[in-house]
């Protein structure tokens, strides 16, 4: 059974850059499209970003276009957020799962604060 977890957060200034990870373990890895999510406080868990299998197309929500970039190392079961130019805004806890998610494989996140 697969299952991914999240490791990279921390605590940064705002313009600082935090790159996140999430590593796949199990019986294999997933060969579909993976995304990262976060829910900040007091709201709702939202995408981020993502990227396919194959060709590795990316796609990003608007407020992070340009700051962060998705990438996957299949060798590694790995996918990647490299976060560039933090925002308060960008504070909460993230999250990686396929894309549409799957309940089975969501996981403890990990805490991205950005102080002003």
Do not use: H
Not at 86 to 106: F, G, I, Q
């Amino acid at each position: 059974q697969v299952q991914l977890v999240e490791s990279g957060g921390g605590s940064v200034q705002a313009g600082g850059s935090l790159r996140l990870s999430c590593a796949a373990s199990g019986r294999t890895f997933i060969t579909n499209t993976v995304a990262w999510f976060r829910r900040a406080p007091g709201k709702e868990r939202e995408f981020v970003a993502a990227v396919t299998w194959g060709l590795s197309r990316t796609s990003y929500t608007d407020s992070v276009k340009g700051r962060f970039t998705i990438s996957r190392d299949n060798a590694k079961n790995t996918v990647y957020l490299q976060m560039n130019s933090l925002k308060p805004e960008d504070t909460a806890v993230y999250y990686c799962n396929t894309s549409p998610a799957s309940e089975k494989l969501w996981g403890q996140g990990t805490q991205v604060t950005v102080s002003s």
